[in-house]
């Protein structure tokens, strides 16, 4: 079973950064499709950055190109997301995910895909100040 949990959020004023983290206890690491997702409520959830743990391959919301990264340490199973440039609009609970294929559907896409991920954490709370 997959155990996810973020860590890092909190409230920033615009323009500052924020580090989130997710680790995972599971030993499938290196084979599993890992994202984030975030919602604003009333708002449908939305795919801001996947990565393919045994490739490395990376994709991104159009919205956060050039100012999020995502990004994995495979000895430790932890997946991070470096959010910089942060608007209000960034506001949101952001959910680490992950997915037991090759992140199929976001390649096929060019962007996170939500029927790659199976498994969800809890969500940390992102508040952006204007």
């Known amino acids: 079973q997959v155990r996810l949990v973020e860590s890092g959020g909190g409230s920033v004023q615009a323009g500052g950064s924020l580090r989130l983290s997710c680790a995972t206890s599971?030993?499938?690491?290196?084979?599993?499709?890992m994202g984030w997702f975030r919602q604003d409520p009333g708002k449908e959830r939305e795919g801001v950055a996947a990565?393919?743990?045994?490739?490395?391959?990376?994709y991104y919301a159009g919205s956060v190109k050039g100012r999020f990264t995502i990004s994995q340490d495979n000895a430790k199973k932890i997946l991070y997301l470096q959010m910089n440039s942060l608007n209000p609009e960034d506001t949101a609970t952001y959910y680490c995910?992950?997915?037991?294929?090759?992140?199929?559907?976001?390649?096929?896409?060019?962007?996170?895909?939500?029927?790659?991920?199976?498994?969800w954490g809890q969500g940390t709370q992102v508040t952006v100040s204007s």
């Open positions: 995910a992950a997915g037991s294929g090759a992140c199929r559907r976001s390649r096929r896409l060019g962007a996170p895909a939500e029927a790659d991920f199976g498994y």
């Open positions: 599971d030993d499938a690491y290196s084979r599993y499709c």
């Open positions: 990565i393919s743990t045994g490739t490395g391959s990376t």
